[in-house]
């Protein structure tokens, strides 16, 4: 194998790393370290690409992984902010908009339904959380495969941190600085600054008067 050929791989197997630890391009992209200049060119063609084909707006710096499933039709736009970071495997279909500094990890589940998912600026939404803005109608007269499915909506504030397996079901509106613990399914609002965990979740406490890191 050449010099050639090896840089080629190694930047391959760069490309991976970035796409499950995109925080990683951000980093890497600010220090402006001279062997790794060409990640904003290739981060340029894969938005490019994208935007291509499908409804979607994208902010400066942020980074989008390859092989993240983005769909957009023309009246389910997906609009992400500056600074945001979409990772490998996770699927968003609109219609969403993201704020400024959204991270989406591996694995995350955004559907927008009819009505869509509005998220603030500087959320975390850990792997495998799932955001549906969708409902299957339950009348015990016909099939589920024949139920009406209705759509209110998923509106999450500024500063949220949604844990990992988290679940947020359709018509939940939860405030800015709030927490949502790992597996929780949450169902009902959330007010500003609580921590909720649980199935169905449940108010375990308050940011502003928690202790410690934990």
């Not at 090896?6 to 930047?11: A, D, M, N, P, S």
């Not at 499933?69 to 990772?87: D, K, L, Y």
Request: aromatic share 6%.
């Amino acid at each position: 194998m050449d010099d050639e050929q090896l840089q080629e791989r190694l930047r391959a197997r760069h490309q991976r790393r970035l796409a499950y630890m995109p925080w990683l391009y951000h980093s890497q992209r600010v220090r402006r370290d001279v062997h790794l200049a060409w990640i904003v060119d290739w981060q340029r063609e894969v938005q490019a690409e994208l935007q291509a084909h499908e409804n979607v707006t994208i902010g400066a710096d942020s980074f989008v992984a390859p092989d993240a499933q983005i769909f957009a039709e023309p009246n389910r736009p997906v609009i992400i902010g500056a600074r945001c970071s979409v990772a490998a495997t996770a699927y968003l279909h609109g219609p969403i908009t993201l704020g400024d500094d959204v991270s989406i990890n591996p694995g995350a589940h955004l559907e927008g339904g009819r009505a869509g998912i509005v998220i603030g600026s500087k959320v975390r939404i850990a792997a495998g959380a799932k955001l549906f803005a969708f409902e299957h109608g339950l009348a015990a007269g016909a099939p589920i495969v024949d139920q009406r499915t209705t759509s209110a909506g998923i509106r999450i504030g500024d500063d949220v941190w949604l844990g990992a397996n988290a679940g947020i079901t359709d018509g939940v509106t939860i405030g800015s600085h709030a927490v949502v613990g790992m597996g929780a399914v949450v169902v009902d609002d959330v007010p500003a600054w609580v921590i909720v965990g649980g199935v169905p979740a449940r108010v375990l406490g308050d940011r502003r008067t928690r202790k410690g890191t934990r």
